[in-house]
């Protein structure tokens, strides 16, 4: 370069990396020296620190622990100039097991003078000994800024920060090979808009709502702001609505940018007839006034115009950008038809510059119809991150959601992708929940619509699976093998196989199938079978009963209806436990059965345990979905003391009815559980044990019967409750509760009164509560639930059928077996095998723990 003029030398200036031309001379890029600025020496916030326990830092140490949102530093840096400055992070991101892969972007937010500038990126370094540099441009004023690196609440974190080095870099072509070098910004001072040749409806006419042309060198100021305009072969002058076309001003409300057009004088520009004809080519030209590295521009279309003509202009609008000296730099392809009604076109070049075939700027971002208002608030500055829909910013670049993530984009792009909660869907917009009866896994797996499982399906809380995990499995009854009478028959009709299994008339009579399974779990068992017109009933419609065995162990009494004749086959279900791989089903006569029946063959197939599993006790209301269960007292109906204490709680479920549910799990007391040791020890264990302890909510005494708590925090009149957390949610069939048996003082038995149980399903939705525990029953041993027979509610819609263990039943004793409970009557009662049934006329029962499956009746005299 040369000066010229009085300056005018005999040979011409080349300049040095980090030089410019400034016109006159070579000039420095950089004005300041760089500056570096210690992490260490920031202040700190939340539980960010200074560190030295990784080596390869620069300095006295590091700043480090920035794992939760608020974690940040802040630095001060104090330079001459104000403008656009290189700033080197030099930071490492090593190996937190939070991450699956160490490489994996690590986050951080940047505020810059305490507002928040942008979410910056770093790539895992593998190694928090491994160091490296990240460069970022930020804007600074003369004098004194702060630079904070901050954790917000969609930042990861997980870095350590050693320094950074600040340097003035001019915003020039020249000062910044970085950009020029990786292709994303075009060195250019002259914006040239026109229409290709071809593509659009042979108008050339342009008209424009706005235009903005911006440099991350000064990212917030319009470049094309206030500049002149030149149109060819002229610009309308019509006064309204083309009055400002001179103006490029940043806002949409004050006229538009129009070339001429036929209809009168100030629509020609002053040119004469014929001069502006649609035919004719057109263009609009820019000068910014100096040459700028250009990072992106946005084109707003026509708004006020009613006619769809206005906007159908924007069809084969193409920009050169030119340099100083008019050499085009880039050009872009042309808007094509497809998109020709759009509010707006935006080219952003920081993530690289795409190009078609023909060499053109290809990768435009568009703006919907109808997403910009023609308003004196518009803010082109929105637009400088213009992504898609289901794309973010990530501090360069649009850039593809990840799968099972979404972001709206446009106006609302965010530097990260939203994922739902589970159970929440997203709409196009925002996360929503599902309608009720359909799931959604959400997180990684976040889907724009629910899923609605059918029937014998479950959801496992990713998708829908299938409660029916084997194929249903067939076992005839004539392939067992046999014990006493029992034999393989076919007299009767209406079988399925080559025969069945009878003779099951006297006690011993047994038929023992071998099924193998791949599941351990709840089987589905059907059993079809015949029961009809034997002499020995009166009724040949009344119940028969068979024991049914499991692996050699006796399961329980199956009770059978009667079917007429012994060519009327049915039904009946029975849920049975089986284990992975072998085990024997065996159907066996004992003294208490009545037998008199004939099995076909069985059908087994396995089923979840869950709620969405047992459609038939749901449907029958013989079952409740719940994962919480909480104890408490009802507000009256006792003597206002509200301390709980119990000798044991026991919870089951059909699905596996030995299982106490209960068992170990984890207990929580309001306002606190004693931890008296002895007797209250082991008030977090329930055990199925009633010699170990007591569970006892906190009282006043000392600190220990309060649980810790200061004095008068476990007031007798203060509300308390247990909650268990079963670990996840069942379909309970009962509950028994055992009252404190170790006690000699009527009080510990009494305060029963009022005791009242809410099951809870995974959610804390209510499923049911239980009517209080009245004071006729409140010394009883215990309280037993059953709901197999149907949820009996009262008035109030509470569970009303407890079933109450009498006083002096129950032992203090590790022999204690809850599982005696599921099926507890009452006197004159008998168990028909789902229900407590009251005996019939002139025939009884003891009840109780001799419950039985028949009445008594006894012999004459």
Not at 810 to 819: H, K, L, P
Request: aromatic share 10%; proline share 3%; net charge negative.
């Amino acid at each position: 370069f040369s000066a010229g003029g009085a300056a005018t030398m005999t040979s011409c200036s080349t300049c040095t990396t980090d030089e410019y031309w400034d016109g006159q001379t070579c000039a420095t890029c950089l004005v300041n020296s760089t500056l570096r600025v210690q992490a260490e020496s920031g202040s700190y916030s939340e539980n960010a620190v200074t560190s030295d326990i990784h080596s390869g830092f620069d300095g006295t140490g590091f700043a480090a622990y920035f794992g939760d949102p608020g974690d940040a530093v802040q630095l001060n840096v104090n330079v001459a100039s104000a403008g656009t400055y290189n700033m080197v992070v030099r930071y490492a991101a090593g190996d937190i097991d939070y991450w699956a892969d160490n490489s994996v972007q690590r986050t951080i937010s940047l505020y810059l003078n305490g507002i928040k500038d942008r979410q910056l990126s770093f790539t895992g370094t593998g190694s928090f000994t491994t160091w490296a540099d990240q460069t970022a441009y930020i804007n600074l004023n003369a004098g004194d800024n702060t630079i904070e690196f901050r954790v917000d609440a969609d930042d990861t974190g997980y870095m350590n920060i050693d320094y950074i080095d600040a340097a003035f870099r001019s915003a020039l072509p020249e000062c910044r090979p970085e950009c020029t070098a990786s292709n994303t910004c075009i060195p250019a001072r002259y914006v040239r808009i026109y229409k290709s040749d071809s593509g659009h409806s042979s108008d050339y006419t342009i008209n424009l709502a706005e235009l903005a042309v911006w440099s991350s060198a000064d990212p917030d100021a319009n470049l094309a702001d206030g500049k002149d305009v030149t149109c060819s072969p002229a610009c309308s002058t019509l006064n309204p609505p083309h009055g400002n076309q001179f103006l490029v001003d940043g806002a949409i409300d004050s006229g538009v940018l129009h070339t001429c057009y036929e209809e009168d004088s100030d629509t020609r520009g002053g040119l004469a007839a014929d001069a502006c004809a649609s035919s004719i080519p057109k263009s609009v030209e820019i000068d910014l006034g100096q040459e700028y590295t250009i990072d992106g521009m946005l084109i707003v279309s026509r708004l006020d115009c009613s006619s769809p003509a206005c906007r159908e202009r924007a069809e084969g609008l193409m920009v050169d950008f030119m340099d100083a000296d008019r050499n085009v730099k880039l050009t872009t392809a042309p808007i094509t038809n497809a998109h020709r009604l759009n509010d707006g076109f935006i080219m952003d070049v920081q993530a690289g510059i795409q190009r078609n075939g023909e060499g053109e700027f290809d990768a435009w971002s568009y703006v919907p119809e109808g997403s910009i208002s023609q308003s004196s608030a518009f803010d082109w500055r929105t637009y400088r991150w213009w992504c898609a829909t289901d794309e973010y910013w990530d501090g360069s670049a649009c850039v593809t959601c990840p799968s099972g993530s979404f972001s709206v984009g446009g106006a609302a792009t965010l530097t990260s992708c939203t994922s739902c909660n589970a159970d929440e869907y997203w709409n196009g917009q925002t996360c929503e929940d599902c309608p009720s009866g359909s799931f959604s896994a959400g997180g990684a797996a976040t889907m724009t619509s629910c899923s609605t499982c059918t029937t014998d399906e479950y959801w496992d809380g990713q998708t829908c699976a299938t409660c029916l995990v084997n194929s249903t499995l067939r076992v005839q009854a004539e392939s067992g093998s046999y014990s006493e009478n029992a034999v393989t028959s076919d007299i009767h009709s209406g079988f399925d196989g080559t025969g069945f299994a009878a003779y099951f008339g006297d006690p011993g009579d047994a038929v023992q199938l071998n099924v193998n399974v791949a599941s351990a779990g709840t089987y589905n068992m059907v059993v079809r079978y015949a029961a009809g017109d034997i002499d020995y009933w009166a009724d040949n419609s009344v119940q028969r009963t068979i024991s049914l065995y499991l692996n050699g162990i006796k399961d329980r009494q199956l009770s059978f209806t009667g079917t007429g004749s012994f060519t009327t086959w049915a039904d009946q279900t029975a849920y049975i436990n089986l284990n992975a791989g072998d085990n024997t089903i065996e159907f066996r006569v004992d003294a208490d059965d009545t037998g008199y029946m004939n099995i076909d063959y069985i059908d087994a197939a396995f089923r979840s345990a869950l709620p969405e599993c047992r459609p038939e006790c749901t449907a029958s209301n013989t079952c409740i979905p719940a994962r919480y269960v909480r104890i408490y007292k009802s507000d009256s109906g006792h003597s206002s003391d509200y301390t709980i204490n119990l000798a044991e709680l026991a919870v089951w479920s059909s699905a596996d009815p030995d299982a106490n549910l209960a068992d170990g799990k984890d207990v929580t007391c309001s306002p606190a559980c004693s931890t008296l040791n002895p007797p209250h020890g082991n008030q977090f264990l329930v055990d199925g044990a009633i010699d170990s302890g007591v569970l006892h909510t906190c009282y006043e005494e000392d600190s220990d019967t309060r649980g810790g708590l200061a004095a008068d925090a476990c007031a007798s009149s203060i509300p308390k409750s247990v909650e268990i957390d079963l670990g996840q949610e069942y379909t309970i069939d009962g509950m028994l509760i055992v009252s404190r048996l170790d006690c000699s003082s009527p009080a510990c038995r009494e305060r029963a009164e009022g005791l009242m149980v809410d099951f809870m399903d995974a959610d804390r939705n209510v499923k049911l509560t239980t009517a209080p525990i009245t004071n006729a029953h409140r010394l009883n041993d215990g309280f037993i639930m059953d709901v197999q027979a149907g949820i009996q509610r009262n008035g109030e819609g509470e569970f009303d059928a407890w079933s109450y263990v009498p006083e002096g039943s129950i032992s203090q004793s590790s022999a204690f077996d809850w599982r005696t409970y599921r099926w507890w009557c009452a006197t004159d009662e008998y168990w028909d095998g789902s229900a407590c049934v009251t005996c019939p006329s002139g025939s009884f029962s003891v009840g109780g723990a001799a419950t039985l499956t028949s009445c008594t009746s006894c012999n004459a005299d």
